[in-house]
């Protein structure tokens, strides 16, 4: 059996760095699951988010995250757009979300880590790591402004909201959304963020070397108490990659199975039975 080559997805079929084609994989299960779809609006941000990661996109910097990258967010929303087919196979009719809610919730995926990229006027800061405690939030503004362009503005609320679900700002529990159908969406964009990552055939050695820098720029390697007095939390990117099977067992399964309702069950009925992610995590 061949290994699975590193810039690829789990089924080892689509490159995740040719943003192009991960955008026809998507486009091609939506048309399969809802005939019609508003696929300009999706093309295009795609198109935009290809600009925005590699700088060519009015007023930005390139991204400059090693760990959180156009690979991980390419990763991410094919993921999502999987459990959101295999939810559509699965349910009656009168359940299902439908093409339009699917569409801007894959582009909040698209979006959800814009936070870390700087503004070319941004002299403060050295990388886009150091906006690791409020990329979400940043994201969220990104989004208000942008589904204008692709006319979802009158989403751009519901999508700010959502895309918490990918980070710890707000609790999971606080995150307001109008109806029932939005939170599935939202968990199942935090799910496919949490299983594209921990699948991802470099995860470990991407912990020890490119998301513990992250961690430093943005100060997650050392915890500061009510006194000032600083308390190391990871020592080295080596510490992080011991104590990721704990941040597993306490953190990871409890979003995925409790705040995020085993969304993830839904990849089985897109891949006919078979559970690629989730024997993926290891």
């Known amino acids: 059996m061949r290994e699975r080559r590193s810039e690829y997805d789990i089924t080892d079929d689509v490159h995740l760095n040719d ?37 060519q996109y009015p007023t930005y910097q390139p991204c400059d995250t090693l760990y959180h990258d156009k ?10 757009a999987r459990l959101i087919n295999g939810h559509e196979r699965s349910v009656a009719k ?25 503004h070319e ?3 403060r800061h050295f990388n886009g790591a150091e906006y690791t405690t409020i990329h979400v939030s940043r994201s969220a503004d990104f989004l208000k402004h942008y589904l204008h362009k692709v006319d979802l503005g009158p ?18 529990d606080r995150i307001r959304l109008p109806d029932k159908q939005w939170h599935l969406l ?13 699948s991802d055939r470099c995860y470990l050695e991407k912990c020890r070397d490119r998301l513990y820098p992250e961690f430093v720029l943005g100060g997650l390697n050392v ?25 597993y067992e306490r953190e990871v399964e409890k979003r995925l199975n409790t705040q995020f309702n085993r969304a993830y069950s839904y990849e ?10 989730i024997h993926g995590l290891g």
Do not use: W
């Open 268 to 277: 089985a009925a897109h891949f006919d039975g078979e559970r690629h992610y």
């Open 71 to 80: 690979q991980h967010s390419m990763d991410m929303t094919l993921a999502l």
């Open 94 to 118: 009168s359940e299902r979300i439908g093409a339009e809610r699917a569409v801007l919730t894959t582009i909040t995926a698209l979006y959800h880590d814009a936070g870390y990229i700087r």
């Open 223 to 247: 915890k500061t108490d009510e006194h000032g007095e600083e308390t190391v939390i990871y020592k080295s990117g080596d510490d992080l990659l011991r104590q990721t099977p704990r941040f």
């Open 155 to 172: 989403f751009a609320q519901i999508s700010a909201s959502m895309v918490h679900y990918t980070g710890y700002e707000i609790a999971a």
């Open 19 to 55: 943003v192009s084609k991960v955008c026809d994989v998507v486009c091609t299960i939506y048309r399969s699951a809802f005939g019609g779809f508003k696929e300009t609006a999706l093309r295009t941000a795609f198109e935009d988010f290809e600009r925005l990661f590699d700088g």
């Open 186 to 198: 939202g968990h199942m964009l935090g799910t496919a963020d949490l299983i594209a990552q921990m």
């Open 121 to 123: 006027n941004d002299h």
